[in-house]
C-alpha cells in the first residue's frame, strides 16, 4: 500500500537530539538541577487537586496561568504593561512557535531568520506550508543589522525571528537592534510581525536588558519564552509569548481547543509560585558557564560570547570524532552550529569536570 505522504516530507526524519543513558547529558542546555522536594510536594498537591476533575474539559483559556505568567514577566523584565490578556501559552514554546506559523504564515508567506540560529525554525515553517529565509550572521556570531535591516526590505516577510540568546551561539540581541528591526518590519507592505525569542533569557548576564520592555509601545513584537530552562520544567512543557492584545488574539484563533491541559497548567501555576527556589542555582549556572567559556578559550579554542547555559565553541577539523570520543567517555554533547563546532551545555561542576578531563584526552 502506498500511503499519500506530502511530497516535502518524504523520506524526512523526525527532529530530535539523542536522548541518552550517560554520566554527562550536556546535549539539550536542560537545567541540571532537578526540581526541589518543596517544589516537588507543591506541584503533586496541584496535581492532585486538578486530578479531582479530570472529567471536566480544563479551562482552555488558563486565564489563571496566564496572570501568574504576566506577573512572573513584568516583575522578571521590569515591564508594568503585562497583564493575562498579554500572554499566550502552550506545551513548550515549540507549540507556541507552531501558533506563531499558523497565524502568520502560510502559502505564499515568507519568515526570516538570521543563520546560524535554532534549528526548528526551519521545521515550523515547512509545516505550515511557509518560505523560510536565512541571511548570515556576523563571523562573531553577532546580527549585523544593517544587512538585517536590507534583508526585511528584500524579502517583504510576514514574521522576522530572532533568538535572544541565540541557539546555539548564545549571541544576546541588543535592545537598538530589536528597534531597528521593528522599524524595518512596519515598512513591509501587508505587515510584518518581530519574534524575539528569549528561551534562555534568565541566564543571561546582568544589565543585558529583555526585549520584552519594548512591548508596550509595539504591538508587531512578541517575546517568547519558557519554562524549561531557567525553572527546571522541561518535562512540564510550557512556554509562553507576550504581546498586545490584539497579537494574542490572533493566537487563539488558531490553537487547538483545550491544548493545555489541566496537569499542565496546575503544574505550572506551582512552579510559578515558587519560581525563587527552582531557579536558586541559575547564578551558579552562570559562573560555571563563564568559567567554562575561559577554560576553552585558554585550550585555544574560539568560544561565542554567550549568555545561554551552553557554549558553543571550535573550530575542529573532525568534530565528529571529537563527539564520539567524548561520548565513549560518557560525556554527550551536540554537533550543531557551523561546521566545525560544537556546543556543550552546562552541567553541574562534576559533569563539568568530566567534559574538561574527556576534552582534554580525546584532544591530546
Known sequence: MTLPIRP??????????????VTAR????????????????AIATAVRKAAEGLNRYPDRDFLSLRQDLAAYLAAESHVDFLEARNIWAANGSNEVMLHLHQAFGGPG?????????????????RDTLTEYVTFPRSDDFTLDIDAAVAAIAETSPAMVIVASPNNPTGTALPLDQVEALLAAANEVEGGCVVVVDEAYAEFRRRGVPSAA??????????????????????????GYLAAHEEFIDVLRVVRLPYHLSAVTQATACAALAHH???QAQVDEIRAERDETV?????????V????????????????????????AR???????????????????????????????????
Open 276 to 278: 525563587r527556589e527552582l
Open 304 to 327: 561565542a560570547d554567550t549568555d545561554a547555559n551552553f557554549a558553543l565553541f571550535g573550530p575542529f577539523e573532525d568534530r565528529e570524532r571529537v563527539f564520539q570520543g567524548l561520548l
Open 109 to 125: 508567506r515568507t519568515v526570516l531568520s538570521f543563520a546560524p540560529t535554532y534549528s526548528m525554525y526551519p521545521e515550523y515553517a
Open 213 to 238: 520592555s519594548l512591548l508596550p509601545a509595539h504591538p508587531n513584537l512578541a517575546v517568547s519564552r519558557t519554562m524549561s530552562k531557567a525553572f527546571a520544567l522541561a518535562g512540564g512543557r510550557l
Open 330 to 364: 560518557g560525556v554527550l554533547i551536540r554537533v550543531t552550529g557551523p561546521e566545525g563546532w560544537l556546543r556543550v551545555s552546562i552541567g553541574t561542576p562534576q559533569e563539568m569536570a568530566l567534559f574538561r578531563s574527556a576534552l582534554l584526552e580525546v584532544t591530546a
Open 26 to 41: 550536556l546535549n539539550v542546555n536542560e537545567n541540571p538541577y532537578a526540581p526541589p522536594n518543596s517544589v516537588v510536594d
Open 294 to 302: 575561559d577554560w576553552l578559550r585558554a585550550q585555544g579554542y574560539t
Open 8 to 21: 516535502d516530507l518524504v523520506g524526512l526524519e523526525p527532529y530530535g537530539a539523542p536522548q541518552l543513558e
